[in-house]
């Protein structure tokens, strides 16, 4: 577990811009090694589920390339792009599962499309079966369920399965426990460090869960500004003298006793 990400990495941000009416991301320089967990921390609004997004090329930026795996998503052409879109699996913030869609079928759309079609309708369900099952839900209970019909964090697990089931390299989780209470979340985030491990990914987790995020990762990021304000370890993280970064740790524990009942603290 390095400080400065020893492993080779995976996942580079390199000079991203993004401007929507003002600009958002302001030349984003940042690595991540494989096989680490990373969290990238950041006030509501900075632009953190942007730059994820950019990652699978669900965005576009301005300026600048995202390489995956060696690979660049914005001028590797339409085959790098779907070889990096089955690399990665995508954890949305609000599960963002298909209203109309049983839990079958929503978790099936996590499978790249020649893949699905590839298959028998039984080993597609076998598939969903075992990502349900990873997630700690009971196929046989939830398969035939709308989203509706679901508690919220049942609908989070949902998202994660869909997120697996096509066995990514590389989990982007945004904001995977914002909105739960204190008990879900500590649950979410065991989910995450033990989906991580028994899949062998590399996970990027964007959180409002500062003390979560430095408990679980091996490296962390702050995102303020439009760019990387910080990247290190979690110790670092605490010991920074920046007071940017002081200022934003103490304004997250203060939130997080005021959100002991598990109301999301106004970061999106
Ligand atoms: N598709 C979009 N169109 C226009 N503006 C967007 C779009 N996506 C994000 N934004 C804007 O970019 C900024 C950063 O958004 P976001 O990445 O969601 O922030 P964060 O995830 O850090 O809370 C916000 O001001 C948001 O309104
Ligand atoms: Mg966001």
Not at 247 to 253: L, Q
Request: charged content about 20%.
């Amino acid at each position: 577990m390095s400080d400065q990400g020893g492993s080779e990495p995976i996942i580079q941000y390199c000079g991203i811009h993004k401007a929507f009416d003002v600009p958002v991301l302001r030349g984003v320089d940042l690595s991540v090694g494989e096989g680490e967990m990373f969290a990238l921390f950041g006030p509501s609004g900075t632009g953190k589920s942007v730059l994820l997004k950019t990652t699978m090329g669900l965005i576009q930026p301005d300026q600048g390339d995202v390489r995956v795996a060696g690979e660049s998503v914005f001028y590797g052409g339409p085959k790098a792009l779907s070889a990096i879109r089955k690399l990665a699996g995508y954890v949305f913030q609000n599960a963002a599962l298909f209203d109309s869609l049983n839990v079958l079928d929503n978790v099936l759309m996590g499978l790249p499309e020649d893949e699905l079609y590839a298959l028998s309708r039984s080993e597609a369900a076998r598939k969903a079966w075992n990502a349900l099952e990873l997630v700690n839900l009971d196929p046989e209970l939830v398969f035939a369920k709308l989203p509706a019909e679901l508690s919220g964090g049942m609908k989070k697990r949902v998202g994660i399965a869909r997120a697996i089931v096509g066995r990514p390299r590389i989990l982007l989780w945004d904001e995977p426990t914002t909105g739960l209470d204190p008990v879900n979340t500590a649950a979410v985030e065991r989910l995450i460090m033990r989906l991580s491990r028994e899949l062998e990914t590399t996970s990027l987790i964007v959180t409002h869960d500062i003390e979560g995020g430095l408990a679980m990762c091996d490296r962390v990021a702050m995102l303020e500004g439009g760019r990387i304000r910080f990247s290190g370890s979690p110790s670092q993280f605490r010991a920074s003298p920046d007071p940017v970064v002081q200022a934003f740790v103490d304004r997250a524990a203060a939130e997080a006793q005021l959100d002991l009942a598990g109301e999301p603290s106004g970061v999106s």
